[in-house]
Every structure is written in structure tokens, then in C-alpha cells.
């Protein structure tokens, strides 16, 4: 029943813009650490935006500036936006919403943001960013 879904994905050109959702059904732990991720074809997958329950954030050097989280829990899901400005070519990638349902217990891990850490994913969403 701890269900995360993600939307939004698209094409776009270079310079453009996108709007992620990703909607935690059963938010009870997930308010405490929820991220996005993203995969690259070819590559690992790597952490793009974090946010704790506290609304503190943390962006990856790569779209820092560019990508903004917003969170909403007025309603009845938690709700965890991606606004993506100025992409770029290397940002085409799958993108996962995530939470880590220990994070109450194990705090710094959402700093750390290991992959492995997050036991709640969504089904992915492919942005595509072309030249």
C-alpha cells in the first residue's frame, strides 16, 4: 500500500523546461526523506534532489540552479515536484521519485543518498532532452 507514482516526463530541446510529480500514496515515513533519481542510458543510476521533513534541500552539482523541488502534503498523498529549467542535453534520463522509510531512525542517510537506502520507488518516468 506504500505506493509512489511519477509523472510528467516528455521530449523537449535543449534550453527548455519540464515539470516532474511524484505522488506517495502512504506518505507516513516517506515525508521524512523523498528524492529523485535519474538514469542515463548506459550509466548508473545517480541522485538528482532530495528533501527532509524539515524542507531542507539538496541538489547534485549537475542541476544545481536549474532543477527545483517543491513538496506538498496539504492533500491527501505527498506530492514531490522536479521543475527542471534550462536542460540540457545530458539531463535525458529515466527519473524515479524515491523514499527511504527508516530515514526517521537513520537521519543522515538522506544526506548520503545511496541508491540502496530507498525502499519506496515510483515506475520511472524518460525525459528526453535532444541538441
Known amino acids: 500500500d506504500k505506493i509512489m507514482q511519477a509523472s510528467g516526463g516528455g521530449s523537449v530541446q535543449e534550453g527548455g523546461s519540464l515539470r516532474l510529480s511524484c505522488e506517495a500514496v502512504d506518505y507516513t515515513y516517506s515525508v521524512y526523506c523523498i528524492a529523485w533519481f535519474r538514469q542515463a542510458p548506459g550509466k548508473g543510476r545517480e541522485a538528482v534532489a532530495r528533501i527532509k521533513d524539515d524542507q531542507t534541500t539538496k541538489y547534485s552539482d549537475s542541476v544545481k540552479g536549474r532543477f527545483t523541488l517543491a513538496r506538498d502534503y496539504t492533500k491527501a498523498t505527498l506530492t514531490l515536484d522536479l521543475e527542471m529549467k534550462d536542460l540540457k542535453a545530458e539531463d535525458t534520463a529515466v527519473y524515479y521519485c524515491?523514499?527511504?522509510?527508516?530515514?526517521?531512525?537513520?537521519?543522515?542517510?538522506?544526506?548520503?543518498?545511496?541508491?540502496?537506502?530507498?525502499?519506496?520507488w515510483g515506475q520511472g518516468t524518460q525525459v528526453n532532452v535532444s541538441p
Open positions: 524515491a523514499a527511504d522509510p527508516q530515514a526517521p531512525w537513520f537521519p543522515e542517510r538522506c544526506d548520503s543518498l545511496s541508491e540502496g537506502d530507498f525502499a519506496y
